[in-house]
């Protein structure tokens, strides 16, 4: 067990609507990741916060979106789903006490057990 | 930004040591390599990381070349239970680039 939490476990979904995944990360950790893992991309790096501000930005979507809130728990918004969207996402945390405006890049990340999503 | 090439998957059999080689050829000064294992239904774990040279903890050694332009994963005397696929991370300060993922499959 990594410490961070991911609901729900599993959703499904019709194209077009749109959903939120929340994930909770390991007490004291700062920084939370968000990935999304499909069959043909592997692991592609979504979006980064640090501390409630956004660090790094990866191949997100317009579509999608995501904050992290004071109590550094972190929601990723899904909107107009489409069926290639169907995939896990995952939640990572990590200390990263740097606070660096540039983050760092040695961090250990740890990951949650993901959210599989299913658009219908 | 750094591109990361993994071969897709490769054989091995109980108490053979195993070597997965990443390739990053345009890493950056910055970039650190980090190593993960996931298994099915799981996020991914950490498993080593390192800058240069050679790093060995108590699961596996690391090695990276004077050009840092690949790094080899290696795990002594594999066991069935390392089975699982491994991905490595190239990371700089606000860069992030997983490789595809190499799935080792150990058989008795």
């Known amino acids: 067990d990594s410490g961070v939490t991911q609901t729900p476990k599993h959703l499904i979904t019709a194209t077009g609507q749109r959903v939120t995944l929340r994930c909770s990360p390991r007490?004291?950790?700062?920084?939370v990741y968000w990935y999304q893992q499909s069959l043909d991309q592997g692991l592609q790096f979504l979006i980064q916060?640090?501390?409630?501000?956004?660090?790094a930005k990866g191949n997100i979507l317009e579509r999608f979106s995501a904050q992290q809130f004071p109590d550094l728990h972190s929601e990723l918004n899904l909107s107009s789903l489409e069926l290639g969207d169907s995939a896990l996402y995952f939640c990572?945390?990590?200390?990263?006490?740097?606070?660096?405006?540039?983050?760092?890049?040695?961090?250990?990340?740890?990951f949650g057990p993901g959210t599989r999503l299913t658009v219908l | 930004l750094a591109k990361t090439t993994q071969p897709i998957s490769m054989d091995s059999y109980e108490g053979q040591e195993v070597n997965i080689t990443c390739s990053h050829n345009?890493?950056?000064?910055?970039?650190?390599i980090t190593w993960y294992q996931q298994f099915p239904s799981q996020g991914p774990r950490f498993i080593i990381q390192?800058?240069?040279t050679k790093v060995t903890n108590e699961v596996a050694s690391l090695f990276i070349p004077a050009d840092r332009k690949s790094s080899t994963l290696s795990l002594p005397r594999v066991s069935l239970s390392d089975t699982a696929v491994y991905y490595c991370?190239?990371?700089?300060?606000?860069?992030?680039?997983f490789g595809k993922g190499t799935m080792l499959l150990v058989s008795p």
């Open positions: 007490s004291g950790d700062l920084s």
């Open positions: 990572a945390s990590s200390k990263e006490t740097s606070g660096l405006a540039g983050g760092s890049n040695t961090d250990t990340q740890y």
């Open positions: 916060y640090y501390n409630g501000e956004e660090r």
């Open positions: 345009n890493i950056a000064t910055n970039d650190y």
């Open positions: 390192g800058y240069k």
């Open positions: 991370l190239v990371r700089g300060y606000s860069t992030l680039t």
